[in-house]
């Protein structure tokens, strides 16, 4: 092979996952069915093992599809090692962080695996709107963290949001492009601004969803509908924000209520309390709508 260095796609070759929640599980699948060894961590064993069946499922689906040999699900699945102990991820190329959507929570992992990563990996963060420079602030090697954003269901949708912080190397950012290209997805480019650009136009609108309900303008199938057939989304806003998680949709109004000091992101205080009740959406049984 010589001294010359791999070219950046093949240098990613291991990959971890923080947090096997629904946007985990579906970023490992990724990565595993692109001929990644995975590490899959989250701090709850329950998720873990929730997700090894999701990811099951969702492979299951492709095979069914005949876009998928059982084969190459059975490898797919074989690659992803679940793990509970950050030590594990010592010799990863690549971190995708997908845990909880707090900047102080992130910030403290992103401080523990700067320690424990060899000093090559590139930290990446799937946050949905907290500054990926800040994030980068935590860390030792500010040039290699980076925004990652997927899209709900990763396996499914089809882009990924790249979020350059202040000090991301184009380095760093051509190898996350071609590592994303090589997973099957369109990437698209973002300043490091709140909510970047995604959220912070789809945020508003489903805000907007929920003010239109607390204010009576209509019930919440009718708000959806008229969304669904108006004006051809796939999902009424209700709908897709019990999708995301509330808790999610919450979060990312207050980063872009507090970063872009403007009174319209001011979350409704319907969702608000949807939230203080538990009611986070598809993922605990009830939101907006309830789950069977
Ligand atoms: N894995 C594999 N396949 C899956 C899947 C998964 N996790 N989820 C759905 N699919 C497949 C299904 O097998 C089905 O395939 P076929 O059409 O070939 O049969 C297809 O996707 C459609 O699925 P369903 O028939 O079950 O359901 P649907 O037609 O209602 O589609 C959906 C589901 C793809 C989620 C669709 O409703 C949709 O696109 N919704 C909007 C999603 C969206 O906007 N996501 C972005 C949210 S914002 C975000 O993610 C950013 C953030 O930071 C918050
Ligand atoms: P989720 O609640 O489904 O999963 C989060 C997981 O992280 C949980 O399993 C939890 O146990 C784990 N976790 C929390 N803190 C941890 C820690 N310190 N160490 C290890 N594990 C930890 O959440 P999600 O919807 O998958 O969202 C995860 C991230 O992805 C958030 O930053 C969110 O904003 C972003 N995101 C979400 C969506 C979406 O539609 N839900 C879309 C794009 C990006």
Request: proline fraction near 4%; aromatic fraction near 6%.
């Amino acid at each position: 092979m010589g001294t010359q260095a791999a070219p950046a796609t093949r240098q990613i070759a291991a990959v971890a996952v923080i947090g096997a929640g629904q946007m985990g599980s579906g970023i490992a699948q990724l990565a595993a069915a692109a001929g990644c060894s995975v590490f899959l961590l989250d701090s709850d064993p329950a998720a873990l093992s929730r997700a090894v069946t999701s990811i099951s499922s969702s492979l299951g689906r492709l095979v069914a599809k005949g876009q998928l040999s059982q084969a190459a699900c059975d490898d797919s699945v074989k690659r992803i090692k679940c793990v509970s102990d950050v030590q594990e991820l010592r010799g990863v190329d690549l971190v995708i962080e997908a845990i909880v959507e707090s900047e102080d929570v992130k910030k403290k992992l992103f401080v523990e695996l700067d320690k424990i990563t060899k000093p090559s990996a590139i930290l990446a963060s799937n946050t949905s709107s907290i500054s990926i420079t800040r994030l980068a602030s935590a860390t030792s090697r500010p040039s290699q963290v980076i925004g990652m954003h997927f899209f709900n269901p990763p396996p499914i949708m089809k882009l990924v949001e790249i979020i350059r912080g202040a000090d991301t190397s184009e380095g760093v950012f051509s190898q996350v492009k071609s590592f994303s290209e090589r997973i099957g997805k369109v990437v698209i480019c973002s300043q490091d601004y709140p909510g970047f650009i995604v959220n912070r136009i789809l945020m508003p609108m489903i805000n907007e969803a929920f003010w239109a309900l607390y204010t009576g303008v209509a019930t919440k199938e009718d708000i959806d509908t008229g969304m669904k057939l108006g004006t051809n989304h796939p999902m009424g806003p209700l709908q897709l924000a019990d999708f995301i998680g509330l808790d999610v949709c919450l979060s990312v109004l207050r980063v872009l209520h507090n970063g872009l000091g403007d009174n319209k992101y001011s979350p409704c205080p319907l969702l608000v309390q949807y939230v203080d009740a538990g009611r986070l959406g598809k993922k605990r049984g009830q939101g907006v709508y309830s789950y069977g």
